[in-house]
């Protein structure tokens, strides 16, 4: 697909661009309203092909959960393997679109590794993640971002003091989700490693406080995000952290994304998948096995 096309639609998922002038660009370089049109299926995230895991698979066990944080109830979807015991856990942070079948999927995948995975819906204070993507980004707009990310670090010591848990707790996530890793990392000293997919960077004074190993994936054509790589990595190696970089080449934005149409990239995916895991295994301890 045709690379400006791809920026186009990033542009717009990522409020950079309205609806309105999405469409009246897309259809500039499509040639037609109707082209344009036919494009839509090719971009837009098709969960119907999200269940890599069914949500009834019979080797786990998931629940709708909430945690008080300063007073707002986060709700998230806790996904384990049925066998007992204790096991290291993981929280999997949405894209800007909330808690939707995919991240769930992405959760229950990570339970099949063995980890206590907790899927949250940072959109609970304002009812949850609706069926409406568009009404979901809408809703993003509205939470100021340290008050989210502060509520979100309370995650951490949630599964710590889970029954289930062995206390070691790691984060990942994608895009938004990503970039609230960078920001838990900060906020939350008893993280134990946190992964990050394409993710804004934290402001450089603040990355002192980092205590986590950090794994940090980024897409080689993501313009818009990788140009505060330089900075970031400069305060990471000025504070002595540990962190490792791997840039993708020649992907887009949302590759780990099985459900994004031709923005996904199965081999880069599967490469940082297989590297995510490697790393939850080193700082997190090796979890039980089935």
């Known amino acids: 697909m045709d690379q400006r096309i791809i920026e186009l639609y990033d542009n717009f998922t990522h409020g950079v ?19 344009a049109l036919a494009l839509l299926p090719l971009l837009q995230n098709d969960y119907a092909r999200a269940a890599l895991v069914a949500d009834d698979d019979a080797r786990l066990a998931t629940d709708t959960v909430s945690y008080d944080a300063g007073g707002a109830k986060i709700s ?32 229950r995948r990570i339970a099949l590794e063995g980890y206590l995975a907790l899927a949250v819906d940072m959109l609970s204070p304002q009812g949850g993640t609706p069926s409406d993507e568009d009404k979901a980004r809408d809703m993003f707009a509205a939470l100021k971002l340290d008050e989210t990310a502060q509520q979100l670090a309370g995650a951490v010591p949630f599964l710590t003091k889970h029954g289930e848990s062995t206390g070691n ?13 960078n920001r838990i990392a900060i906020l939350a000293p008893d993280l134990k490693a946190g992964v990050a997919y394409y993710g804004a960077q934290p402001p450089a004074d603040n990355v ?83």
């Open 76 to 107: 998230g979807y806790l996904a384990r393997l049925k066998a007992k015991g204790k096991r290291p856990a993981v929280i999997v942070i949405h894209e800007n679109r909330g808690l939707n079948p995919h991240i769930k999927d992405v959760a």
């Open 169 to 181: 707790v790691g984060a990942v996530g994608f895009c938004w989700g990503g970039g609230m890793v």
């Open 208 to 290: 002192a406080a980092i205590h986590a190993p950090l794994l940090l994936h980024y897409a080689g054509l993501d313009s818009r995000i990788n140009a505060g790589i330089p900075a970031y990595e400069a305060a990471l190696k000025a504070a002595g952290k540990r962190y490792t970089i791997h840039v993708y080449p020649d992907v887009n934005h949302a590759f780990n994304n099985d459900t994004a149409g031709d923005r996904y990239n199965k081999p880069a995916a599967d490469l940082a998948w297989s590297r995510t895991l490697a790393f939850f295994r080193e700082n997190l301890g090796a979890p039980p096995k089935a």
């Open 17 to 35: 661009i309205h609806r309105r002038d999405f469409m009246d660009r897309l259809t500039t370089i499509a040639g037609s309203s109707a082209a």
